[in-house]
């Protein structure tokens, strides 16, 4: 039987859960909506529903590296407090979604959610995930996902703070020894750390470059202290500040902080490229900070116990 817009619009109403979920349980209830109310309960559906306006800031990065090192993924799960980010049953499922995305092909967590589920094949990830919210008690979520494959080298993986930070580099090389992974964690240890934006300053667009410039020009202009210098004197000290700021950008123009000297991290990489012979470009990384962009929400026990009281 056909399923109306109005139906799954009731449905979502009373329950509160997702669109696609009304109306899969109106189809698999042919319309009944107390029976469809039913399933969705059962799925773990409604319940996690009630929980979705929860912000879940907190959560794990897991990375996972084939044996080879050819393919690795990266993925973000959150929940809403740290402590159950700590939880071993939370670890378990985190590992676990990391698992099912180093095999997915789905171009977005949209679709990864509406895939079966590897590890309950009766049901999707999304389902399983509601059913992880009703066991757990929280809000989760599922945010993102990130893989790299490089067959002329391989992938480094680097996890910092316990998994509030996950990190993969793309290194392609013709030698690969302990040498050179050792110089491919070091970098990877770099991203975490610096949050490098872009790989090399020839990566950043030439749109970019001159909407930045035009930005420092304006500043500069505003500056009092410049007021009787020339358009020429003052691009061209903004263009150094731009370089400058380019250089803090660029993971390979980034000082390398583990140097002694004052080697950027290109020159690091080309040194360990020297002493073993071999030809090295780091392609690509992606760096996942837990809960970064999430905005948290500021909780007043204080005030939410007077709320209590006064009803």
């Given at each position: 039987m056909?399923?109306t817009a109005?139906?799954v619009k009731?449905l979502?109403?009373?329950?509160g859960?997702?669109?696609?979920?009304?109306?899969?349980a109106?189809t698999?209830?042919?319309?009944d909506?107390?029976?469809a109310?039913?399933?969705l309960?059962?799925?773990?559906?409604?319940?996690?529903?009630?929980?979705?306006?929860?912000?879940?800031a907190?959560?794990?990065c897991?990375?996972?590296v084939s044996?080879d090192?050819?393919k690795?993924?990266?993925?973000?799960?959150?929940?809403e407090t740290?402590?159950v980010?700590k939880?071993?049953k939370?670890q378990g499922?985190?590992?676990q979604?990391?698992?099912?995305?180093?095999e997915?092909?789905?171009?977005?967590?949209e679709?990864?959610?509406?895939?079966?589920?590897?590890?309950d094949?009766?049901?999707?990830v999304?389902?399983?995930l509601?059913?992880?919210?009703?066991?757990?008690?929280?809000n989760?979520?599922?945010?993102?996902f990130a893989?790299?494959?490089?067959?002329?080298?391989?992938?480094?993986p680097?996890t910092?703070?316990g998994?509030?930070?996950g990190?993969?580099?793309d290194?392609?090389?013709?030698v690969?020894?302990?040498?050179?992974?050792?110089?491919?964690n070091?970098?990877?240890?770099?991203?975490?750390a610096?949050?490098?934006?872009y790989v090399s300053t020839?990566d950043?667009?030439?749109?970019?470059?001159?909407?930045?410039?035009?930005?420092l020009?304006?500043?500069?202009?505003?500056?009092?202290?410049n007021a009787?210098?020339?358009d020429n004197i003052?691009?061209k000290?903004?263009?150094?500040r731009?370089?400058k700021?380019l250089?803090?950008?660029?993971?390979?123009?980034?000082?390398?902080v583990k140097?002694?000297?004052?080697?950027?991290?290109?020159?690091y990489?080309?040194?360990?490229?020297?002493?073993?012979?071999?030809?090295i470009?780091?392609?690509?990384?992606?760096?996942?900070e837990?809960g970064?962009g999430?905005?948290?929400?500021?909780?007043n026990?204080?005030?939410?116990?007077?709320?209590?009281m006064?009803?």
């Amino acid at each position: 039987m056909a399923i109306t817009a109005a139906e799954v619009k009731k449905l979502r109403e009373t329950t509160g859960a997702g669109m696609m979920d009304c109306k899969k349980a109106l189809t698999a209830t042919e319309g009944d909506m107390d029976k469809a109310v039913e399933w969705l309960r059962e799925k773990g559906l409604a319940t996690a529903q009630k929980k979705a306006s929860r912000v879940a800031a907190e959560g794990l990065c897991k990375v996972l590296v084939s044996e080879d090192a050819k393919k690795a993924v990266v993925v973000e799960v959150n929940a809403e407090t740290d402590f159950v980010a700590k939880n071993e049953k939370f670890q378990g499922y985190v590992a676990q979604v990391a698992e099912q995305a180093m095999e997915t092909e789905a171009p977005n967590v949209e679709a990864f959610l509406a895939e079966t589920w590897k590890f309950d094949t009766t049901k999707t990830v999304n389902e399983a995930l509601a059913g992880q919210i009703a066991v757990i008690g929280e809000n989760m979520n599922i945010r993102r996902f990130a893989k790299v494959n490089e067959e002329n080298g391989f992938v480094a993986p680097y996890t910092h703070m316990g998994g509030k930070i996950g990190v993969l580099v793309d290194v392609e090389t013709d030698v690969v020894n302990d040498a050179v992974k050792e110089m491919a964690n070091n970098v990877a240890m770099q991203v975490a750390a610096m949050k490098p934006v872009y790989v090399s300053t020839d990566d950043v667009s030439e749109e970019y470059k001159q909407k930045e410039l035009a930005i420092l020009v304006a500043q500069a202009k505003n500056d009092p202290k410049n007021a009787s210098k020339p358009d020429n004197i003052i691009e061209k000290m903004v263009t150094g500040r731009l370089n400058k700021e380019l250089k803090e950008v660029c993971l390979l123009q980034q000082e390398y902080v583990k140097a002694e000297n004052k080697e950027n991290v290109g020159q690091y990489v080309a040194s360990v490229a020297k002493a073993n012979g071999a030809k090295i470009t780091i392609k690509s990384f992606v760096r996942f900070e837990t809960g970064e962009g999430i905005e948290k929400r500021e909780e007043n026990f204080a005030e939410e116990v007077a709320k209590q009281m006064n009803q």
